[in-house]
């Protein structure tokens, strides 16, 4: 028997899975994201792990990594996050853990594009993924190849210009981004906006995504006009990259798509609304959740090894 | 010696390139899009041509077709200049010509993403090509492969919401769409919106997109003004497409690029002033110019029968 790890790194935990050569996910946990020795210390918890299992290294076919950061042929270009800039995470990982072992380093949000693709490969082969929640992002996968872009930097979703009413300054500098409304800050800021102005039984000392999202569904107005707007900056931006890609199906993720029906038909009903096509496009729910990122780096370590 | 046609119908002429087996451009010549028989007409002038030049149809290698409409899998679903629906181009092209005449189809625009993209594939992989005429289209080259998308509507620029100015309502119903200002049409409206604002020497009884340029390289104010304002929707639908695709080089063609290095200087300009990344990516005019179409057309026919 033969293991394979999935990791995925972001700005607030590690997550880190244990697979089996056929990518079943065995076992799973996560740290939280120190700053200093991040590296050293992921190692250390898979050490430690291999050791009270009793699981030998030679017995490990590899380990897929994927990093909130934009990547590019191998090495973190930079992470906001976790405060790198051209990061050779692949030979950090196996001056810790052995050169023997088999690494595949990408993109969080490409790890997870694959892995959601991976259970509709045999209907489509055009698809783009949108992950909500801190941020916006994503990653595509056209004429079924996943694409890296030019500087490892498509994908950026969040940055499409959406809003010309509320004309919030994003963090990239520039106003209406996607990733205003459409965030856990997005969406609390939308509902905070209408607090005085709508009637609401929502409660603003613990206002979260969740929150909202499930007042939505008990028919609170406030919370209805929230999930509305929301809906429709992200059908506007799923419109544009429509115009441009032209994908048969959308996949939703990321915290704020654990919203389920409520924000999925509230999307569709948007999408189809803006759209200029007569239009056949499918809009999903993310199948793999929170774990498409070690599902998906999994993943892409079994198809560089080739399960040998 | 063999040969290939490259032709590329458009709505207001057809454009028909005779080729040596090497793609090499041998005759030109174009005639009106009439609208009915249209088909029979291209053939018969094609017939016309070989018989006039003693050449034999078993020295036709093929015929490449590229069409101003919506293609998918050898089919024109619909073109809205032509008035066809679900056009099966290919059959009727050899029920006149003979079946044992190899043809492929595709859409105007991906002819032409595939020529320009053949000077530039040793370089680049991810090539984004916008067409700039009487509407604006264009086609993309993503990992070094040519993007159909999943119906056919890939590259549809001219639809990207790029203005909240002017808010012309476009062709397709929208308001503000890149067409409503980067078209000739669009050119046209600008520079009469400024007519009483502005400074000019323009004529306007004979308003063209050339003399506009023409114009602006004299330093009119007025069409320098609506060379400035031009360039920035070009850039603001630029930025869009490379937050999504992110690709290393953009090329620019159609009548509208023929204005040269007025209209690249300002549209360099607008993008890297625009864009969050730092960008080292390429904007370069179109190297066909208004032969793109026949010269991709023959090219997809040459690699389509490996040039046997």
């Known amino acids: 028997m033969r293991y394979l790890f999935g990791i995925d790194i972001g700005g607030t935990s590690v997550k880190i899975g244990f697979f089996s050569e056929n990518t079943e996910l065995l076992e799973e946990w996560s740290m939280p994201t120190v700053l200093s020795h991040l590296i050293a210390e992921i190692c250390g918890n898979i050490r430690t792990f291999l050791k009270e299992r009793k ?25 906001v996050n976790l405060g790198w800039e ?8 196996q001056s810790e853990l052995g ?3 088999d690494m595949v380093l990408l993109n ?36 079924g190849q996943l694409l890296e872009g030019a ?19 994003c963090s990239c500098g520039k106003i209406g981004c996607l990733e205003t409304i459409v965030s856990i800050r997005g969406l609390k800021r939308l509902a905070l906006h209408y607090q005085k102005i709508l009637p ?14 499930d007042a939505a569904r008990k028919k609170d107005v406030l919370a209805a006009r929230v999930v509305t707007e929301a809906a429709d900056a992200l059908a506007t931006a799923m419109v544009m990259i429509s115009d441009i890609v032209d994908p048969e199906v959308f996949v939703l993720g990321g915290g704020i798509s654990q919203a389920g029906s409520v924000l999925l038909k509230a999307v569709k009903d948007a999408y189809f609304r803006k759209t200029s096509k007569n239009s056949n496009t499918e809009i999903l729910l993310s199948v793999f959740k ?15 090894t080739g399960g040998k």
Not at 111 to 128: D, G, H, K, P
Not at 290 to 304: E, H, R, V
């Open 200 to 213: 609401t039984k929502l409660s603003f000392d613990r206002l979260t995504p969740k929150s909202i999202f």
């Open 55 to 79: 699981v030998e290294f030679c017995d490990i076919l590899g380990i897929g990594i994927g990093v909130c950061g934009i990547v590019k042929d191998g090495i973190v270009l930079r992470s």
């Open 99 to 101: 050169s023997a072992i």
């Open 290 to 304: 929170n774990k498409a990122g070690i599902y998906g780096a999994a993943q892409q370590l079994q198809k560089k």
């Open 86 to 93: 051209n990061v050779d995470v692949i030979s950090e990982f």
């Open 108 to 143: 969080d949000a490409n790890a997870a594009t694959i892995a959601e693709f991976s259970v509709l490969r045999n209907q489509y082969s055009n698809m783009v993924f949108l992950t909500l929640g801190t941020g916006v992002g994503g990653g595509m996968v056209l004429n």
């Open 151 to 169: 500087n490892g930097k498509c994908g950026e979703f969040g940055h499409l210009k959406v809003d010309d009413k509320y004309r919030e300054v």
